[in-house]
């Protein structure tokens, strides 16, 4: 399984931030969820949420409703919007699929900077 995020690598204050996550060598409708992880500069990776196989959608409560996880699963993609950023979302934005209680696949992750 191998998972690649893709997206602009910048985007100004209060504008809604979306990456795409392309899975290959899996279905994102059999089995798992399919997160998204972000890692600020200096700091620890903050899950943000996630999309199940069924569709489902989980989100974390510290981003305070600012998130959606949508997929396309003609593309087996899935997609994370964010909005009304400011510079603290600055980070390196991965997607990982979760496996019982363990991220076992990761992409590679993209850098967004939030700047005007």
């Known amino acids: 399984v191998q998972l690649q995020e893709s997206g602009p690598g910048l985007v100004k204050p209060s504008q809604t931030l979306s990456l795409t996550c392309t899975v290959s060598?899996?279905?994102?409708?059999?089995?798992?969820?399919w997160s998204w992880i972000r890692q600020p500069p200096g700091k620890g990776l903050e899950w943000m949420g996630a999309?199940?196989?069924?569709?489902?959608?989980y989100y974390s409560p510290s981003l305070k409703g600012r998130t959606s996880i949508s997929r396309d699963t003609s593309k087996n993609q899935f997609t994370l919007q964010l909005s009304s950023v400011t510079p603290e979302d600055t980070a390196k934005y991965y997607c990982?699929?979760?496996?019982?209680?363990?991220?076992?696949?990761w992409g590679q992750g993209t850098q967004v900077t939030v700047s005007s």
């Open positions: 060598g899996g279905s994102i409708t059999t089995n798992y969820y």
């Open positions: 990982a699929r979760r496996a019982y209680e363990e991220f076992d696949y």
């Open positions: 999309i199940a196989y069924s569709g489902s959608t």
